[in-house]
């Protein structure tokens, strides 16, 4: 299993960002796909999931309104496009996939988490 997430950077208060995740080694169709973030000396949080045929979608309520997240099964590859963005913000991005289960968003399939893209919002 391989997850390789791109496109952070450094970006003032208000820009955006799109961040891109290319999964291969299992079925990516198959999985409802999710973002986490985790900042300095904060625990990993869930940013975003989407179900396997993008049916339904989840936003944690700190960026709700300024991300969308969308998936090409065609491709195996996720996005996040990160709007109006904040300090509060920045944080290393992973993708994952998701186990599913009556929370569909909620558990993290893979325990390697790769190296992630890092987002640093600063003026």
């Known amino acids: 299993v391989q997850l390789v997430e791109s496109g952070g950077g450094l970006v003032q208060p208000g820009g955006s960002l799109r961040l891109s995740c290319v999964a291969s080694?299992?079925?990516?169709?198959?999985?409802?796909m999710s973002w986490y973030r985790q900042a300095p000396g904060k625990a990993r949080e869930l940013v975003a999931a989407?179900?396997?045929?993008?049916?339904?979608?989840y936003y944690a309520d700190s960026v709700k309104g300024r991300v969308t997240i969308s998936r090409d099964n065609s491709k195996n590859t996720m996005d996040l496009q990160m709007n109006s963005l904040k300090p509060e913000d920045t944080a290393v991005y992973y993708c994952?996939?998701?186990?599913?289960?009556?929370?569909?968003?909620?558990?993290?399939?893979?325990?390697?988490w790769g190296q992630g893209t890092q987002v640093t919002v600063s003026s």
């Open positions: 989407i179900t396997s045929r993008s049916g339904s979608t």
């Open positions: 080694g299992f079925t990516f169709s198959m999985y409802s």
């Open positions: 994952n996939a998701l186990l599913g289960g009556s929370t569909w968003y909620a558990h993290p399939k893979y325990d390697d």
